[in-house]
C-alpha cells in the first residue's frame, strides 16, 4: 500500500491560482534529472503539485500500483516519504529488504538500517517499545538561546503567572519568533509542551519582555527534561479512546477558551491538540462541546485512516468529556432553544452518536487527561498527566 498526498491548488482571495503550465515542466525536469522510469509520471505529477502548492490541503489513500501487488500475502508494506527520506514500514522483513533491493534497482539509495534519527527525531528501543526523543534537538535550542545552563523547572507554566499586556516591546522579536518556532517542532514528541507553546505563539506578532519571560521559563522547563520522550509501545488493544476538555473563558485579555483533546490507539497517544476557540461562547457547556466537535473530526478522520490501513476497529470510539452539560446534550434527541447557536456543531456530533459511530461519555475532572492542554497545573498534578500522555524519561528514576 502506498499513500500519497493528493494534489489540491489553494484559493487565495476568492481567486484559485492556475500554475498547471509549470506542473508539467517541473516534472519532466524531475523525470529527467533523475532518471526516472516513465512509468513513475504520475508519482513525479504528484510531487510537481505538491512543490509548487507548498503543502497540499488534502490526502488521498490510493490502492497500491499493479507492479507492488503480491496477492499471494496479504502482508503490507509502508513508506513514510518526506523529501528525500524514507522509512519502510513491514511486518515481514523479508519483504522489506526485497522492496530496498527493487528501489535500489531503479533509484540511487542508501540503506541506513535501523533507523536511529528521522527528521531530527530518535528512536531509542526503551523497555518494551520506543521511547520517540528529541534530545538533541532541544540541545541546539537551549544553545540557540544561550541557555545552555540555566536552572530547570519542573513545569513550564507559573500557576501565579498571566499573560497581560505589556507596553515595553521586546527588542529582538525575531528570536522571539525563531524560538517559539522550534518549540512548535517539539510538541511532536513532547505532548507536555503543547499549552505553553501555544500560549506563545499566541503573541508573534508584537512579542512583550513579559513574553519573553514566559519562553525562557518554558526553556528552563525543556532543560529539565532533556531525557524525556514519547513512549509507544506494542498494544494488543485496536480500540480508539478520546479525552476532551475545554476552558471556559480561560483567557485573561480577550476572554475565549481553549479547547484540547488527546486520542490514543489502545495505549499509545497517536494524536493531540491545543488551540483556541475563534469565538467567545457564554457557557462552558458550549465551550466543551465545540471542543467535543473538535475531536470528532479528529477521531473520524483516524477511522477512516485506520480502515485504509487495513485495521478495523471492534467497538466505536469512546469520547471522554468531564461535562454532564455537553455528555447529556449529545445523547438529549431535543434541540434546546437555548444550544441553536451551537447548531452545526450539534448535529455533526450527534449524528455521529445516533449513528453508533461515537460513544461519548463522561469522566471526572481528576482522571480527564487531556486537562493538561488547557490550563496551568502545580508541580504533581502536572507531572502525573504527563505520565498518562507517556511522556517518560529514559533515565532510571533516582
Not at 522571539?176 to 518556532?181: A, D, Q
Amino acid at each position: 500500500m502506498v499513500l500519497r498526498s493528493c494534489a489540491y491548488t489553494h484559493e487565495h482571495n476568492g481567486q484559485v491560482e492556475h500554475r498547471y503550465r509549470h506542473i508539467v515542466e517541473t516534472g519532466l525536469a524531475l523525470l529527467a534529472q533523475a532518471s526516472v522510469p516513465s512509468r513513475y509520471w504520475d508519482y513525479a505529477f504528484e510531487t510537481t503539485v505538491y512543490l509548487i502548492n507548498k503543502m497540499p490541503t488534502q490526502t488521498v489513500y490510493m490502492k497500491q500500483p499493479p507492479w507492488y501487488e503480491d496477492k499471494s500475502t496479504p502482508d503490507h508494506l509502508y513508506l513514510i516519504v518526506y523529501v528525500d527520506d524514507i522509512l519502510v514500514i513491514g511486518s515481514d522483513f523479508s519483504r522489506v529488504v526485497g522492496l530496498l533491493v527493487q528501489l535500489a534497482s531503479e533509484f540511487k539509495i542508501r540503506d541506513i538500517g535501523t533507523p536511529s534519527l528521522f527528521l531530527g527525531i530518535e528512536t531509542v528501543p526503551w523497555r518494551d517499545g520506543l521511547l520517540l526523543s528529541q534530545q538533541r534537538y532541544m540541545q541546539d535550542i537551549l544553545k540557540r538561546a544561550g541557555m545552555v545552563d540555566c536552572k530547570p523547572l519542573v513545569t513550564p507554566v507559573s500557576l501565579v503567572a498571566s499573560l497581560v499586556t505589556s507596553t515595553t516591546p521586546y527588542a529582538d522579536p525575531t528570536q522571539y519568533r525563531s524560538l517559539t518556532g522550534t518549540l512548535q517542532y517539539l510538541t511532536v514528541t513532547r505532548p507536555d509542551l503543547s499549552f505553553a507553546v501555544n500560549r506563545l505563539c499566541q503573541h508573534m506578532h508584537s512579542p512583550t519582555t513579559e513574553h519573553w519571560s514566559l519562553l525562557k521559563r518554558v526553556l528552563r522547563y525543556v532543560k529539565g527534561t532533556l531525557h524525556f520522550g514519547l513512549h509507544i509501545r506494542r498494544s494488543v488493544s485496536t480500540e480508539l479512546h478520546a479525552f476532551s476538555d475545554s476552558d471556559w473563558a480561560g483567557d485573561p485579555v480577550d476572554r475565549k477558551s481553549t479547547s484540547s483533546f488527546a486520542i490514543f490507539l489502545g495505549g499509545n497517544l497517536v494524536s493531540w491538540t491545543c488551540r483556541k476557540q475563534k469565538t467567545m461562547v457564554r457557557s462552558s457547556t458550549e465551550a466543551e462541546y465545540k471542543a467535543l466537535a473538535d475531536v470528532s473530526v479528529e477521531v473520524t478522520w483516524l477511522v477512516s485512516l485506520m480502515r485504509e490501513l487495513g485495521v478495523c476497529l471492534t467497538v466505536p470510539p469512546s469520547l471522554w468529556c468531564d461535562n454532564l452539560g455537553a455528555t447529556y446534550l449529545c445523547a438529549n434527541p431535543v434541540f434546546h432553544a437555548r444550544t441553536k447557536h451551537v447548531e452545526i456543531d450539534y448535529h455533526f456530533v450527534r449524528d455521529k452518536v445516533v449513528r453508533k459511530e461515537l460513544l461519548v461519555k463522561f469522566i471526572s475532572t481528576k482522571d480527564q487527561i487531556a486537562d493538561v492542554f488547557t490550563k496551568a497545573l502545580p508541580g504533581l498534578r502536572f507531572s502525573f498527566l504527563r505520565g498518562e500522555l507517556n511522556v517518560v524519561s529514559r533515565l532510571p528514576c533516582a
